[in-house]
Nanobody
């Protein structure tokens, strides 16, 4: 079983920055795509950004130009650098990873709270 552990959330003022990290529990797994999603109160979970094993990235329009996703393939770790944060970025941020470990897997982290004050 693959577990994802997130860190880096917190409270920040508008215009500030935060960096989220997510590490997979096992090194001997093949991860194809890693990504970040978020869910604000009363709203559905939405895509923030994804990155493939070849470092191809995809961003939602709401964060493009402010957030940067990156990964360290040797450590099965994905990062989300969030700059110019806005109050509407407030949400629980979830890490996701898809790959293969004795079978296909699609794993989610427990979520980390990001709160941006105005």
């Amino acid at each position: 079983q693959v577990h994802l552990v997130e860190s880096g959330g917190g409270l920040v003022q508008a215009g500030g920055s935060l960096r989220l990290s997510c590490v997979a529990s096992r090194n001997t797994i093949q991860i194809n795509t890693m990504g970040w999603y978020r869910q604000a109160p009363g709203k559905q979970r939405e895509l923030v950004a994804t990155i493939s094993s070849s470092d191809s990235t995809n961003y939602s329009e709401s964060v493009r130009g402010r957030f940067t996703i990156s990964r360290d393939g040797t450590k099965n770790t994905v990062y989300l650098q969030m700059n110019s944060l806005k109050p509407e970025d407030t949400a629980v941020y979830y890490c996701n990873a898809e790959g293969y470990y004795y079978g296909d897997f699609d794993a989610w982290g427990q979520g980390t709270q990001v709160t941006v004050s105005s």
